[in-house]
Every structure is written in structure tokens, then in C-alpha cells.
């Protein structure tokens, strides 16, 4: 009995320190310097292959907002659909529904990141024939839009196909964040925390002795 529980107290502490390495891990990651950031635990994955979606800990009452970008140690992985007052659905990179401005960092190019409804492919539409594309390119935010501050990592170009007969190239990207194993996550913010709850109305107050004085 004694040797079973010491064995199950030996994989909660390895437990707490793989925990302890993801959270020391995603907080190192680079931010701006006028960025706030918050970090949240995922509470649920939306089970609908078609739909890439997931729940975290964290909304309204903790400064959470509709739109926020959403990242963990190594890239962007989505940003916030819906808020509620203690829990947030965030909508991923990758569902189809989901398109994020991004450039190229070896040129500045600019296409536009869209998600292809597979955990691991974003794909970019109307891309040039002579556009300057390669294998193994690094997409960050362009910082268009607004949604994304500018010069996060999204992807890397993981597929280029220049058909001459062709109008547009087909380009996939492959995520950099990895989307298939988050547990923790970043919130960023350039915005002031706003309070759910409405301010408390002001009561009138009664005239002090001294202002009784004066009005006599």
C-alpha cells in the first residue's frame, strides 16, 4: 500500500514539473514591450473535426476580449470568438473560417494566411505566379487588420507549386505554433481591462453643516 502511494505521489510530482517547464516556457516567449499578456489553461477542444475551436479559463471578469489574439511559446495560434464572464471560446488559426494577414520575413511579402480545416496546413490563395515564394519561409503577422500585433510567427511555407498553367500559385504553410498539443496559452492585450460590472450609481448627498452656514 505504502509503495502505491509513493509511486502515485512520484507521477503527480512529475506531473507538476511538466506543468511548471510549459508555463516557465510560453512566459519566456518574446513579447513587445507595450503588450500586456495573460496566461490561460484550456478547459476544452470542440470534438467536430470541421470546427477548430476550444474553450479557455479566462474571459470578461479577467479583461478578456473578443478578437484577442491568442499565442503559446512558439507562435500565434488563433484569437478570442466569444466572451463570457469567466470562460472564452477561441476560434484556431486552422479552421476554415479563420484568415490571418501575414509577410513573408525573408522579403516582406504579403499574403494571407487562411485556415484549411487541417490541424496542420493554412493555405494562401491568389498568390502570383512571380511572387517570391519558397519552401521553409517564415510568415508573421503583418499587423494589418488590427487583430494581430505585427511580427509574430504563424507559419512556415511548407509547399509551393508554380503551374505555368496556372493563374495563382497553390502555397501551403505548416503552423508554428503547435496547435495539436496546447494546453496553456498567452493572451495579448493593448487594451485597458474593462470591468463587467456597471459602476455603482451616485446617491445624493445631504448639504454639510458648513455648507448650511454659508447658504443662510
Do not use: C, W
Request: no cysteine; proline share 6%; glycine share 6%.
Amino acid at each position: 500500500m505504502n509503495e502505491l502511494k509513493f509511486h502515485e505521489q512520484a507521477m503527480q510530482l512529475d506531473i507538476i514539473k511538466q506543468e511548471n517547464e510549459r508555463l516557465r516556457i510560453l512566459l519566456a516567449s518574446p513579447l513587445r514591450s507595450e503588450l500586456k499578456k495573460m496566461v490561460a489553461e484550456i478547459l476544452s477542444v470542440d470534438s467536430d473535426p470541421y470546427t477548430h475551436q476550444l474553450v479557455i479559463n479566462r474571459g470578461a471578469r479577467d479583461g478578456a476580449y473578443e478578437g484577442q489574439p491568442v499565442l503559446d511559446a512558439l507562435g500565434i495560434v488563433g484569437q478570442i470568438l466569444h466572451v463570457g464572464q469567466t470562460t472564452s471560446r477561441i476560434i484556431l488559426i486552422t479552421d476554415v473560417s479563420h484568415a490571418v494577414p501575414v509577410r513573408i520575413k525573408r522579403n516582406g511579402l504579403r499574403l494571407l494566411a487562411s485556415g484549411s480545416g487541417q490541424i496542420d496546413r493554412l493555405t494562401h490563395n491568389f498568390v502570383p505566379q512571380s511572387a517570391d515564394v519558397k519552401v521553409g519561409d517564415v510568415l508573421v503577422t503583418s499587423g494589418l487588420g488590427g487583430k494581430y500585433p505585427e511580427g509574430y510567427p504563424v507559419a512556415t511555407i511548407s509547399y509551393v507549386s508554380n503551374n505555368e498553367s496556372r493563374e495563382f500559385m497553390r502555397v501551403y504553410s505548416t503552423p508554428i505554433a503547435e496547435i495539436d498539443r496546447l494546453r496553456y496559452l498567452l493572451l495579448l492585450s493593448t487594451k485597458e481591462p474593462v470591468s463587467i460590472f456597471a459602476p455603482k450609481p451616485q446617491t445624493e448627498t445631504t448639504p454639510t453643516e458648513a455648507q448650511t452656514q454659508v447658504n443662510k
